[in-house]
């Protein structure tokens, strides 16, 4: 082929993102059910159940209703309404509607708060071990992602000792803070995560905290940082506390300033988010007391791993305070934790993510188990894996 063809077939060298590995754990997954193995599946960090009931009936009454137009591109006045009462109630905090922006899942809220707050080349800091998109979206976007290690012994929390200790050697324009945490399910209490964000902010590093798992707490409950600054920038989703994975609708809580820039953002990228799902969103508040029922599901779960684990031989892990993820340190078993979550899955028909897709540096000691479907399949699992290791 000539030079220049082979060219315009040469993708971008900001498309050269990682795979997701926990994609390849499914797909294998798959391909063992197919056979009819039973698999038990505690790689994805989705939740088994549907959304509300509320939610389903209202996304039925809208589609059975007819036209389903474009909406705001900031989202419908009364969802972004009722994602501001939500925050009195949660969180004790008055805050105005305009500064809620609709978004398709907290993942399309990352690409527009890391547009809105970082030019290329940026420098942004992330916890390590954590979420890796939030690395591979800065890394397509042209920012650096800054990787600050934590460890068990100080709960995976990124410390503002290490975030500085960075920024003096080479600047940081942000930090992204998650709590509950993924893939370990580790929080920061109200003071710690106050301490960090101030220490940030003095230093003009901006905030991002990602509350994904908020709702999903069971140690003690989740601040959000806007209780905390207003110059953070919040970032939500109805995928987890509501189980609306699918339906790919989040929201961002942000300062005054920032909402007419990310509405053009988001004007340009994506004109608004799928009406339909925003519809649902609105009523899904409404099915509070099933989601808190899925919740006591979650937290049944926890207590069989936490249990039972330790006797199935998996001993080193900390016992999460939130999310639905508990993180393994599977070190005396292998080097290779890929390899060991490969053969779990075979031998044992348990699938689990290998810690390297949160964490390229430690992650080959590590496993991630998602515990958000069955309590029969969690106590499956552990006898399961107590038969493999035994
Ligand atoms: C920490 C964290 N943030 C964000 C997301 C993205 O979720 P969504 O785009 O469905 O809101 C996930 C999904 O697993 C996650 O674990």
Not at 59 to 76: N, S
Not at 211 to 233: K, M, P, W
Not at 269 to 290: C, D, N, R, Y
Request: with cysteine.
């Amino acid at each position: 082929m000539l030079e220049a063809a082979k060219h315009l077939l040469t993708p971008s060298k900001r498309s050269n993102v990682p795979p997701f590995m926990v994609m390849d754990v499914m797909a294998a997954a798959a391909l063992l059910d197919a056979k009819g193995a039973r698999v038990v599946h505690m790689e994805v960090g989705q939740p088994a159940a549907p959304a509300p009931a509320t939610a389903i009936a209202a996304a039925q009454a809208a589609l059975a209703h007819g036209r389903i137009g474009y909406t705001e591109t900031l989202g419908i006045p009364s969802l972004r309404a009722r994602i501001a009462r939500h925050y009195a109630d949660t969180y004790d905090l008055a805050l105005d509607p305009a500064r809620v922006v609709v978004t398709t899942g907290s993942s399309g809220g990352f690409i527009l708060a890391f547009l809105a707050l970082f030019e290329p080349g940026d420098r942004v800091a992330l916890a390590n071990p954590g979420y890796p998109p939030y690395r591979h979206i800065l890394s397509a976007l042209g920012c650096e992602p800054v990787l600050i290690e934590t460890s068990a012994e100080t709960r995976w929390a990124l410390s503002a000792k290490a975030l500085i200790a960075e920024h003096r050697r080479k600047p940081i324009a942000g930090v992204v803070v998650a709590s509950p945490a993924n893939p370990t399910g580790t929080m920061m209490d109200a003071d710690a995560l106050s301490r960090l964000i101030s220490v940030a902010e003095a230093e003009g590093i901006r905030v991002i905290s990602d509350e994904i798992y908020h709702g999903l707490d069971y140690a003690f409950a989740a601040e959000t940082a806007a209780n905390l600054s207003e110059r953070a920038v919040v970032i939500n989703s109805f995928s987890k506390y509501f189980c609306m994975t699918g339906w790919r609708v989040g929201w961002m809580v942000v300062p005054e300033p920032l909402v007419r820039p990310i509405e053009r953002l988001q004007q340009n990228l994506s004109i608004s988010v799928p009406t339909l799902s925003q519809i649902a969103a609105e009523a899904a508040f409404e099915g509070h007391l099933e989601m808190e029922e899925v919740k006591r599901g979650y937290l049944e779960n926890r207590g069989i791993l936490i249990a039972g684990l330790p006797q199935a031989g998996l001993t080193k892990f900390l016992p999460a305070d939130g999310a639905f993820y508990l993180y393994a340190d599977v070190s005396e078993f292998t080097s290779d934790s890929f390899k060991f979550a490969s053969e779990m899955l075979e031998k044992a028909h348990v699938a689990a993510t290998p810690g390297i897709d949160f964490d390229p540096v430690h992650g080959h000691r590590f496993i991630r188990f998602s515990y958000a479907r069955s309590a029969d399949e969690m106590r499956e699992a552990v006898t399961r894996i107590a038969r493999w290791l035994g």
